[in-house]
Nanobody, 121 residues
Framework: QVQLVESGGGLVQAGGSLRLSCRAS????????MGWYRQAPGKQRELVAT???????NYVDSVQGRFTISRDNAQNTVYLQMNSLKPEDTAVYYC???????????????WGQGTQVTVSS
């Protein structure tokens, strides 16, 4: 089994900052890409940012310049630093990881349980 546990969500005023963390644990041989997605009420889940195991990042246009994704490979942890938050950033944020398991030696796509981020105007 592979588990992803997120933390760091909460309520913040517009213009404020939050830092999300997500640690993967369990039957892990290696992790390729990790990322953050979000889902606002009544909307589809959307990609926020991804990072490969060698640090290549990708962002959705709406967060470019405000959010920064990073990871600690030794700790199997990915972070999302969110600055200059806007009310439209309000959503449940989900962590995602492309994991190669130890046994059986297979890749799989895993998700965290989600953490709520609410930005008040």
């Amino acid at each position: 089994q592979v588990q992803l546990v997120e933390s760091g969500g909460g309520l913040v005023q517009a213009g404020g900052s939050l830092r999300l963390s997500c640690r993967a644990s369990g039957n892990i041989f290696s992790i390729n890409a990790m990322g953050w997605y979000r889902q606002a009420p009544g909307k589809q889940r959307e990609l926020v940012a991804t990072i490969t195991n060698d640090g290549v990042t990708n962002y959705v246009d709406s967060v470019q310049g405000r959010f920064t994704i990073s990871r600690d490979n030794a700790q199997n942890t990915v972070y999302l630093q969110m600055n200059s938050l806007k009310p439209e950033d309000t959503a449940v944020y989900y962590c995602n990881a492309d994991v190669l398991r130890v046994f059986p030696r297979r890749r799989g796509d895993y998700w965290g349980q989600g953490t709520q981020v609410t930005v008040s105007s």
